[in-house]
């Protein structure tokens, strides 16, 4: 059930003011949602889970800071994101390999997404090493450009552009492998 702007409002508020209830209506709302995202980030559940916590560590101890300028939803997604992106990188779990060569020969072939049920895409997304799914992830699902994924992760534009090739590809394999059995 989705809250109205006006209900967002009011829970916020009162999650700010510490009511612990608040506070769990909160979690309960948006914990699959953002669940999800960070099941496209982590390697794993236990590790998705971590991530989790930590993204409503940060969103409770963030509420105060956000003015209602924008969509609530859309704060704790990114709020989430970037979350999941800080522990990777604090767990050194995003190896990048540049391969300028193949950055500019990117397919553009989409149509491996439009063939996959979410639940066999989650189960591809997870086998990619963990610089491919995350850069596939920033690009293809939540929509940065590779000059915002270069300064995200402190990589090249060139990089970002190799990492989604590179997942691209291992996705056709993947794809190619189903359809064979």
């Known amino acids: 059930m989705s809250l109205s702007p006006e209900e967002e409002k009011k829970l916020v508020k009162r999650c700010v003011s510490g009511d612990a209830q608040a506070q769990e209506e909160l979690y309960h709302h948006f914990s699959a949602l953002l669940f999800s995202i960070c099941m496209r980030y982590a390697p794993n559940r236990t ?6 916590q930590d993204s409503f560590i940060k969103a409770f101890n963030s509420l105060h800071k956000f003015r209602f300028e924008g969509s609530f939803e859309g704060w704790l997604k990114r709020l989430t994101v970037n979350c999941c992106l800080d522990q990777l990188k604090k767990h050194k779990r995003i190896p990048f390999q540049e391969n300028i060569e193949s950055a500019y020969n990117l397919g553009t072939s989409n149509g491996v997404l ?17 610089g491919y799914r ?14 915002e994924i270069a300064k995200k992760l402190g990589v090249s534009e060139s990089t970002s552009k190799s990492q989604l090739f590179k997942a691209r590809k291992s996705l056709q394999v993947m794809l190619e492998a189903l359809n064979n059995e």
């Open 47 to 52: 590790m998705a889970q971590d991530f989790l």
């Open 114 to 130: 439009e063939l996959l049920e979410a639940k066999s895409m989650m189960e591809m997304m997870h086998k990619l090493p963990d």
């Open 134 to 147: 995350t850069v596939f992830n920033l690009f293809a699902i939540e929509g940065y450009s590779h000059a």
